[in-house]
């Protein structure tokens, strides 16, 4: 097959020469800038600005958008090897990237044509990050459950209400949210909408301290009488719950890379510490018992690579990929959840130490399981997909 190594055909990856040069791109930027940074912005809750500019001038917000808004015309595939690269050494960062593209510049992208040539040139160049406000106090897996209100004012649209747990909040400039526009008819009464920062009536708050994901920001939005612009309709009014939901099967797509990419970290960490830890006349990895670890793990990610992989190119080559996003996040997710876990495991008491990173990666790896959609609703998605 033209443009591809024998090795990357052996793994069963098929990468293109432009994704393998994208990946490794990635991967040599993600060893010499974010690694070295990656324990402290954890330790100090830290947004690192500077890496997010460097990410911008790399180009990677624009990779699977197209040339004609100032994308570089790449997909789905190279987008979440990019985002696989930066999460093997900072879940933080891959996470940060994930947030921005497919939840805060693909839905206007995809949806918004009256306003995609006003917000996602920007939001590829960086002028300002992109957010998405779905969750609510009151609703989180059960999004049709919104409480966000969106009257119609003539002119504009009048918001009230709040969303929390927002990625890349009070770094954003521009915000995707939901708000329901007819009362009482569920989540065909809920539309979706477009909000630029500094309007009137919008107000952010900090998020809490987290388990994880230390380095990525978070926050709560909050809309008093806020007064949106009537023409940010984002799709036909009705069809916000709609929409958000295509936008989730994108976006599990990109975290089933983001937990890939943790557990593929958390994997070459301990694999390395195993061949090295001297005990028992040996080194660790000359123990059954930690061979028998190691395998599993591999194994564990090469089925979640598969499932991931084939879940992006679905989504390229234009097919249903709703299940296989599904499949590949929910694998790929509790995968990282394992493997982390073994990591530590086979690291013993060091592993419980700030002095290796496999303790961050367990605790990043956790909100892999709960974002997009926790663990039960990838598989309540599975369910009614085979049933239908």
Same mark, same amino acid.
């Given at each position: 097959?033209?443009?591809?190594?024998?090795?990357?055909?052996?793994?069963?990856?098929?990468?293109?020469?432009?994704?393998? @040069?994208?990946?490794? @791109?990635?991967?040599?930027?993600?060893?010499?800038?974010?690694?070295?940074? =990656?324990?402290?912005?954890?330790?100090?809750?830290?947004?690192?600005?500077?890496?997010?500019?460097?990410?911008?001038?790399?180009?990677?917000?624009?990779?699977?958008?197209?040339?004609?808004?100032?994308?570089?015309?790449?997909?789905?595939?190279?987008?979440?090897?990019?985002?696989?690269?930066? =999460?093997?050494?900072?879940?933080?960062?891959?996470?940060?990237?994930?947030?921005?593209?497919?939840?805060?510049?693909?839905?206007?992208?995809?949806?918004?044509?009256?306003?995609?040539?006003?917000?996602?040139?920007?939001?590829?160049?960086?002028?300002?990050?992109?957010?998405?406000?779905?969750?609510?106090?009151?609703?989180?897996?059960?999004?049709?459950?919104?409480?966000?209100? =969106?009257?119609?004012?003539?002119?504009?649209?009048?918001?009230?209400?709040? #969303?929390?747990?927002?990625?890349? =909040?009070?770094?954003?400039?521009?915000? &995707?949210?939901?708000?329901?526009?007819?009362?009482?008819?569920?989540?065909?009464?809920?539309?979706?909408?477009?909000?630029?920062?500094?309007?009137?009536?919008?107000?952010?708050?900090?998020?809490?301290?987290?388990?994880?994901?230390?380095?990525?920001?978070?926050?709560?939005?909050?809309?008093?009488?806020?007064?949106?612009?009537?023409?940010?309709?984002?799709?036909?009014?009705?069809?916000?719950?709609?929409?958000?939901?295509?936008?989730?099967?994108?976006?599990? &797509?990109?975290?089933?890379?983001?937990?890939?990419?943790?557990?593929?970290?958390?994997?070459?960490?301990?694999?390395?510490?195993?061949?090295?830890?001297?005990?028992?006349?040996?080194?660790?990895?000359?123990?059954?018992?930690?061979?028998?670890?190691?395998?599993?793990?591999?194994?564990?990610?090469?089925?979640?690579?598969?499932?991931?992989?084939?879940?992006?190119?679905?989504?390229?080559?234009?097919?249903?990929?709703?299940?296989?996003?599904?499949?590949? #996040?929910?694998?790929?997710?509790?995968?990282?959840?394992?493997?982390?876990?073994?990591?530590?495991?086979?690291?013993?008491?060091?592993?419980?130490?700030?002095?290796?990173?496999?303790?961050?990666?367990?605790?990043?790896?956790?909100?892999?399981?709960?974002?997009?959609?926790?663990?039960?609703?990838?598989?309540?998605?599975?369910?009614?997909?085979?049933?239908?």
């Amino acid at each position: 097959m033209a443009g591809i190594t024998v090795p990357e055909i052996r793994h069963g990856l098929d990468l293109s020469e432009q994704q393998l @040069m994208i990946r490794d @791109m990635v991967r040599d930027f993600a060893r010499t800038e974010v690694a070295p940074i =990656a324990a402290e912005i954890d330790e100090s809750h830290r947004f690192p600005v500077e890496t997010w500019k460097k990410i911008v001038e790399l180009g990677l917000p624009g990779i699977p958008f197209s040339e004609e808004v100032g994308g570089s015309g790449g997909d789905t595939l190279s987008y979440c090897l990019a985002v696989e690269e930066l =999460a093997k050494v900072c879940g933080s960062t891959g996470l940060t990237l994930a947030a921005h593209v497919s939840l805060g510049t693909w839905p206007i992208y995809a949806f918004g044509m009256h306003l995609r040539e006003q917000y996602v040139p920007g939001l590829i160049r960086g002028d300002h990050m992109g957010a998405y406000g779905l969750t609510e106090p009151n609703a989180g897996s059960d999004s049709g459950g919104t409480q966000t209100t =969106a009257v119609d004012e003539g002119t504009h649209w009048r918001l009230n209400g709040r #969303k929390c747990f927002c990625t890349n =909040a009070n770094y954003a400039g521009t915000f &995707i949210v939901t708000a329901v526009t007819t009362p009482g008819i569920g989540a065909k009464g809920i539309s979706a909408f477009v909000v630029p920062k500094g309007i009137d009536g919008f107000f952010l708050e900090p998020g809490e301290h987290k388990l994880g994901m230390r380095g990525s920001d978070w926050g709560s939005l909050v809309f008093q009488d806020a007064r949106i612009p009537k023409d940010h309709l984002l799709g036909p009014t009705g069809e916000g719950f709609k929409t958000f939901m295509k936008t989730l099967d994108g976006g599990r &797509i990109s975290i089933g890379a983001l937990s890939l990419g943790i557990a593929e970290g958390a994997y070459e960490c301990a694999l390395k510490y195993a061949k090295e830890r001297e005990a028992f006349g040996g080194t660790l990895s000359d123990l059954q018992a930690v061979q028998f670890k190691l395998a599993n793990m591999a194994l564990d990610i090469e089925a979640s690579r598969h499932l991931v992989y084939h879940a992006a190119r679905l989504k390229d080559m234009g097919l249903p990929y709703s299940k296989e996003a599904a499949m590949g #996040k929910l694998l790929a997710s509790e995968c990282a959840m394992r493997v982390t876990y073994e990591a530590i495991q086979i690291y013993g008491g060091m592993g419980y130490s700030r002095e290796y990173p496999v303790e961050r990666m367990w605790r990043d790896a956790k909100l892999c399981v709960i974002g997009e959609g926790t663990s039960e609703i990838q598989r309540l998605i599975i369910a009614r997909n085979i049933l239908k």
